[in-house]
């Protein structure tokens, strides 16, 4: 045990001394920096501009809608094409969106449909650059560094989640709105920068088999279209039964993380805790932090556990903090409970998207993982929506629902026996 702890450390920051993963870290990192500039960006400057926020939630959504609809196409032209190279151009696209809109800001010509088609173009680029993101790092890092290499970027990703917009809210305070964009384009032009200078490892090499049975095919069937590739990936994902349930969990966790975390928490504060914003601010920080100490602790941690049974324990970890939130009215144990959770979170996500990346094929590994963004998508809205309405009756009865359906996700899982194995 002594010996296992003493490693932890080593073992964690492992990938950080290699070149092309410090790389990859600072661009991902600087990228979703710049999604949270964006989103205080967008949301002021509207305000600003029209004082309505019905036209922030249609900026709002011209912005998600294409994301949440063309993940998959990214995901399809991310496992056809380079990886690396639909980063920076999506980099460098949203680099170019941002300095455009700030520019037109600055000299007082932007319009709210301008701001709409900007916000719409940024999110059909950043559907290309979420798939190739993750799908990136089996060929930056060997398969037993992947661990904690998710680790440190899932650190990265949690902090600059929280900096971004905090960041960003303090640059318009002190300057203007459209300054934010313009700050915005640096760091995605930055984020593109250091892509291009990551050297990849080349795919696996095609065995004599696959070589043969593709000169036989050469010149008599057509390359698969963009629409069967796409399906190709849902199949693939769905035949799986270990990979079919990462991603029903996965989706089910988006779907009781979206409305709990964020209806809930704001009833919980308010209705029961009595604390009001303040309150709802230790409440989201503790989540924050819980998950970021979890992600470390997975990434310090060796070996291959049971994925499988983490999936499960997970699921019912989640649904016993839910119904602690639904029954305790005392501000220490919530915010005890909501910090064990986000830990849990960070703990296990880091093992479920190691245990993708090393087993699914690369040729097909975009689209496994843009099929699972796309049903988290999905998920999130109908969570909002159904907390919104339960929390209506209850605070108890939101949170029941929610750990309900986190209880029967975790027996569903454990009664797979290839899904237990997994590892």
């Not at 900026?59 to 063309?70: G, H």
């Not at 989201?284 to 970021?292: E, I």
Request: charged share 10%; glycine share 12%; with cysteine.
């Amino acid at each position: 045990m002594a010996t296992t702890l003493a490693g932890a450390g080593p073992r964690l920051w492992a990938p950080a001394r290699q070149r092309p993963f410090q790389l990859l870290w600072l661009g991902q990192s600087l990228s979703l920096l710049g999604d949270g500039f964006s989103v205080v960006a967008f949301s002021w400057i509207t305000l600003g501009l029209t004082g309505s926020t019905l036209t922030l939630g249609y900026v709002l959504a011209f912005q998600a809608v294409p994301r949440a609809l063309l993940t998959l196409v990214g995901g399809s032209l991310s496992d056809s094409w380079s990886t690396r190279t639909l980063m920076i151009a999506s980099s460098w696209t949203r680099a170019a969106l941002m300095a455009g809109v700030g520019l037109a800001g600055l000299t007082g010509h932007l319009t709210v449909w301008m701001l709409c088609a900007a916000a719409a173009a940024f999110g059909t680029v950043d559907a290309f650059f979420q798939p190739a993101r993750v799908s990136i790092l089996p060929s930056v890092v060997d398969k037993d560094l992947l661990t904690p290499a998710n680790a440190l970027l899932g650190a990265g990703s949690r902090t600059a989640a929280v900096v971004g917009p905090a960041v960003g809210g303090v640059v318009i305070a002190l300057t203007r709105a459209p300054v934010a964009f313009v700050v915005d384009a640096v760091c995605f032009a930055l984020c593109g920068w250091c892509v291009s200078l990551i050297a990849t490892r080349p795919r696996p090499a095609a065995t004599p088999k696959e070589e043969s049975k593709a000169q036989e095919d050469k010149g008599v069937e057509r390359p698969p279209s963009l629409g069967a590739r796409i399906r190709e990936g849902v199949v693939f994902t769905l035949r799986d039964p270990r990979l079919r349930t990462v991603v029903v969990l996965d989706t089910a966790v988006n779907f009781c993380y979206a409305g709990p975390f964020t209806v809930g928490f704001a009833t919980l504060a308010e209705q029961v805790l009595r604390g009001g914003s303040a309150t709802l601010g230790v409440l989201n920080g503790s989540l924050a932090g819980g998950a970021m100490l979890g992600t470390l602790a997975g990434g310090a941690m060796g070996g291959r556990p049971r994925v499988g049974l983490l999936v499960a324990a997970l699921a019912g970890w989640l649904g016993a903090g839910m119904a602690v939130l639904g029954l305790v009215h005392s501000t220490p144990a919530v915010v005890a409970t909501v910090l064990a959770m986000g830990f849990a979170i960070g703990f296990q996500g880091v093992f479920g998207l190691s245990w993708i990346q090393r087993n699914i094929p690369q040729e097909v590994l975009s689209r496994v993982i843009s099929v699972d963004m796309v049903l988290g998508y999905a998920a999130a809205p109908l969570s909002l929506i159904v907390c919104g309405a339960l929390a209506r009756t209850s605070t108890f009865a939101l949170f029941a629902v929610v750990a309900a359906v986190l209880a029967l996700t975790g027996l569903a899982v454990l009664g797979s026996r290839a899904v237990r194995e997994m590892r």
